[in-house]
Each structure stands twice: as C-alpha cells, then as structure tokens.
C-alpha cells in the first residue's frame, strides 16, 4: 500500500510539475514574442465607484518611452495620477472607453478643459461603444457633454472644430448579440476591442499591441457568453477588474462582474502576467481572491494600486507614478 501511495503521489507530483512547467514555458513564449522594453502601463485609479476606499476611479495609461499614448478609461481622480505620471495631452494617440458608467469616464470634461493649456494641434480620437436603450453611444455622449447645447457649451470648439485641434468620436460595436473583433491601426499599434457583457451596459474590452507586446484591459464584465476569452490569448499583461468576491450572494453585482474563479479561468487560456484592479470595499480581502484565482491559474498575479507602473514586457511592477 505504501509503496502504490509514493507511486501515486510521484505521478500527481510530475503530473503538476508538468503542468507548471507548461505554464512557464507558455509564460516565456510569450515574453520573447514581446520585442519592445519602452511600452509600460501605469494604473491610474485601481477603484469603482466609491469615495471611501482610498483610491482613485477607473483609468490606465498606455505609455511609450515614458510618454503618453493611449487612456483606457478616465474615472473620478485618474486625471491627477496622469498629471503625476508625466502625461502629456499632446502625446496621446487615442483615448479609448470600456464604457460610461461615473467611475469610468468623470474626468473626460477636466482633461478636455485642460488641453485648452496645451500645445495639442492633433485632433484626438474617442473610442467606444454604441450605445442601447440605457445609454447613449460615444458619439451622442460626447455631444451631450460638449456641444452647444450640452453640458458644457462653452468646451463646444472642441467638438466642432474651431479650437485648436478637434475631438472625433468615434462609435466601436458593442452589440453581444454579433460579437466581433474591433481593430485599428493607430501610429504604429494595434488597437481592438471586443463586445463583454455588463448587465444592459453595452461595453468593451480593449487590447493594446505593438512589436509583439500587449495589454488586456478587461472593462467591467461578468463575462457571460466568454466574449473576453479571445482577446486574452497570448497577452503580456491581463489587467482584470475584481469587483465581487467568489461566493458574493449579491446576483446584481455577480451579473455585471467576474468572481476570481472566472478570471483565474480567463487568464489560463494564455497570459504571462495577471494583474487586478477596479477594486471594491467588498472584493479587497486579497488573500481570499488569490486562493480562488489560483485554483484555476498558476501564472503571476499581483494586486494593483493607484499609480503603479508595469513593464508590458515583462509584467513585473517596475515603480509608481507618485
């Protein structure tokens, strides 16, 4: 018996030896695919919605040799973070929205203001989703807030081209009922976009990609219908939103986020680094999170804070924007 027992145990032992070594050698695929040491993304807000936790809303920076290419959302307080983080308005490529819930798009009026004060002469192209019955599209969105008869009349030139550069709306497919892949060629990156679900939001997920390299931000999403998956494969950095914990008995919350059993799920299909955000009161007991992720993934997984700087290479933090 004691001898069929270290049989067995040996077996499940090279069984997960193998496993992890899979997982390792996938790990480093990838990392030699990625070609550029310049790209880093920095965490401007790691919150939601709340204004108790200590964090900043929603927002990531795409950086390029330190400077400022791509904002994947812009919540309440991310604008200071880019201040902090050396952005500069004239470097931006695009800015591109998971969707416009408060905590994901606040500080859209505060940057465009601010660009008053810059240099910019390049339009600036807004990215992201049509919109339904709840919510307008990008495009109306935009005229809400800044045309003449919107929210803010006198930020107008903006929109209709009498300042000095233009803001150019720009509508991306949300519809889950024909999921496609959104891609665009934008100064040298690829930029695509999948519909996710969140709740009757429509809602992307976006992918940043350049000379091999690439970063997933997931938006808000419980992933039903698994729409995320694809875009995960094969990614550098994987930065998922952690709202709900894994046995969350709210079904509201559970419908429009994922549980770390899920993200865990998503991040074993192929990415080298597993990096959490938009974090709530109720989601921030770590170790409880890490304990489910890691039943499903055994790759890195780190705990993101407003303002820290990760290389996309590698998926390691490298410092902080304060």
């Known amino acids: 018996m004691l001898v069929h027992f270290i049989k067995k145990t040996s077996v499940a032992l090279s069984m997960g030896a193998m496993f992890l070594l899979g997982l390792s050698a996938h790990a ?38 330190g400077k400022a290419r791509f904002l994947i959302d812009f919540g309440a307080g991310t604008s200071l973070n880019f201040e902090r983080a050396g952005g500069r308005i004239e470097d931006l490529y695009a800015l591109l929205f998971s969707h416009y819930h408060v905590d994901h798009s606040n500080d859209l009026p505060a940057l465009i203001k601010a660009s ?11 990215y992201g989703p049509t919109g ?86 997931s938006g808000d999403t419980s992933n039903q219908g698994h729409t995320l998956d694809a875009l995960v494969k094969g990614s550098n950095i994987f930065i998922a939103h952690n709202a709900v914990p894994e046995h969350s008995h709210d079904n509201v919350a559970t419908h429009l986020h994922m549980t770390p059993s899920e993200i865990g799920r998503i991040a074993n299909l192929g990415t080298n680094s597993l990096v959490l955000s938009h974090f709530m009161k109720r989601s921030q007991d770590h170790h409880h999170t890490q304990n489910a992720i890691k039943t499903q993934y055994q790759g890195k997984l780190q705990f993101a804070n407003d303002c820290d700087i990760y290389s996309v290479k590698t998926g390691d933090k490298i410092g902080q924007c304060l």
């Open 28 to 65: 480093a695929q990838i990392h030699a695919q990625c070609q550029d040491d310049d790209l880093t993304v920095v965490v401007l807000g790691s919150g939601g919605p709340e204004l108790d936790d200590g964090r900043a809303s929603t927002g990531y920076l795409i950086q390029e040799q």
């Open 132 to 217: 339904n019955h709840i919510i307008p599209s990008t495009s109306v969105f935009i005229e809400r807030q800044f045309g003449q008869t919107g929210a803010y009349p006198y930020l107008s030139d903006f929109l209709s081209g009498d300042a000095n550069f233009a803001i150019r709306p720009i509508d991306v497919n949300a519809d889950l009922k024909h999921p496609q892949i959104f891609s665009k060629q934008i100064n040298g990156f690829t930029v695509k976009a999948m519909p996710i679900s969140h709740g009757l939001l429509p809602s992307l997920a976006w992918r940043i990609e350049k000379n091999g390299c690439s970063v997933v931000v």
């Open 116 to 126: 008053f004060f810059s240099s910019r002469s390049q339009d600036l192209p807004i």
